[in-house]
């Protein structure tokens, strides 16, 4: 088990600029979710995957977000366009099909638009 | 639509003592699971204990326990013989059993353990 892996760590961009951070679940999960989180705040949730398929949008992701999960390995969230809005941390999990299988989160993708 | 309150943005707590986290939710559903999570500094998040709604009987985890009251939608952490390393922001959520499996996190509360 080596956990949950988000790369990078950190990413600095300049406004208008795309961007697009990477998850590498755990092997044998095949749920991976995606969660935003800003300073002093709880994860808000943005998107989840039961394998390649993605089953769920929350409203906090515009257009300008896409997030893929080729054959139900690792996850890319893209964020086109970035907003100095767009700042916070974005946390990635995985569990396993058991129902309610706690999440294993990776350390985030902290991104700064300047 | 699921909500989770966490009432308490921060507390503190002498090294030893025992401290208790408040979290109340809001769901019209019967069937969910309940979790706390941690957070330390580093802020890779971890979970630190789990109820299933249907089980009466509280969770323990060592040190760690709930106090889950379901019709009062309430769902309480105890930290017992606090420890440094228990210092960090403390995220109670909700899971789902509806067909969605997202989680909800309520806003945290940040945890001091002073010793």
């Known amino acids: 088990d080596t956990g949950v892996s988000q790369d990078p760590r950190h990413k600095i961009t300049k406004r208008g600029q795309n961007v697009t951070f990477r998850c590498d679940p755990i092997?044998?999960?095949?749920?991976l979710y995606w969660y935003r989180q800003t300073l002093g705040q709880g994860p808000e949730f943005l998107t989840y995957?039961?394998?390649?398929?993605?089953?769920?949008k929350s409203r906090l992701l515009s257009d300008r977000f896409s997030a893929e999960r080729p054959k139900g390995s690792f996850s890319t969230l893209e964020i086109q366009r970035t907003e100095q809005g767009d700042s916070a941390m974005y946390l990635c999990?995985?569990?396993?099909?058991?129902?309610?299988?706690?999440?294993?989160f990776g350390s985030g993708t902290q991104l700064s638009v300047l | 639509a699921q909500t989770v309150t966490q009432s308490q943005p921060e507390m503190s707590v002498q090294e030893a003592e025992t401290v208790t986290l408040s979290c109340t939710y809001d769901?019209?559903?019967?069937?969910?699971?309940l979790f706390w999570y941690k957070q330390p500094p580093s802020r890779q998040m971890i979970l630190v204990i789990r109820?299933?709604?249907?089980?009466?009987q509280n969770a323990t985890e060592n040190r760690f326990s709930v106090n889950f009251q379901k019709a009062a939608k309430s769902f309480s952490l105890k930290i017992s013989d606090s420890q440094l390393g228990d210092t960090a922001m403390y995220f109670c959520?909700?899971?789902?059993?509806?067909?969605?499996?997202?989680?909800?996190f309520g806003t945290g509360t940040r945890l001091k353990v002073l010793a």
């Open positions: 959520a909700f899971g789902s059993n509806s067909g969605t499996y997202k989680y909800i």
């Open positions: 109820q299933e709604a249907y089980k009466q």
């Open positions: 999990a995985s569990s396993s099909s058991e129902y309610n299988e706690k999440l294993f």
């Open positions: 769901t019209s559903e019967n069937n969910y699971y």
């Open positions: 995957f039961q394998n390649e398929a993605q089953l769920e």
């Open positions: 092997s044998e999960h095949n749920r």
